[in-house]
């Protein structure tokens, strides 16, 4: 049994139809898994970012607070400077040798 060229044609085109729209679903779940993949990633990046900003802040604080300290280090440091040359001066006056002993033996521990 032969069959027209027709039949043939429309069979062709049948095939085809079905053969593109089997492609067109194949894609569309393609389609739909990288757009999950990529929902996923813009999360993890977000997530990420968040994380890099509190991780900023802190050492933002962090630095804030070294240079307050080391301020206040400096602040000391010099304080201490004036109360030892204070005390150098007031040693050239010292009446008790045991007071200006004491006093070069606190300069020479602090050395």
């Given at each position: 049994?032969?069959?027209?060229?027709?039949s043939d044609v429309i069979q062709?085109?049948?095939?085809s139809k079905i053969q593109l729209l089997e492609h067109i679903a194949s894609l569309e779940k393609e389609v739909s898994i990288e757009?999950?993949?990529?929902?996923?990633?813009?999360?993890?990046?977000?997530?990420?970012?968040?994380?890099?900003?509190?991780?900023?802040?802190t050492i933002r604080s962090l630095c804030e607070n070294l240079h307050r300290h080391e301020s206040n280090a400096e602040s000391l440091n010099q304080r201490i400077k004036r109360l030892e040359e204070a005390g150098d001066?007031?040693?050239l006056f010292c009446a008790d040798p045991d007071d200006c002993f004491a006093w070069d033996k606190a300069k020479?521990?602090?050395l």
């Open positions: 049994m032969s069959t027209s060229p027709r062709w085109h049948d095939r757009s999950q993949r990529a929902t996923h990633y813009r999360e993890e990046w977000q997530t990420s970012l968040m994380a890099l900003k509190e991780q900023e802040k001066r007031m040693r020479e521990a602090k």
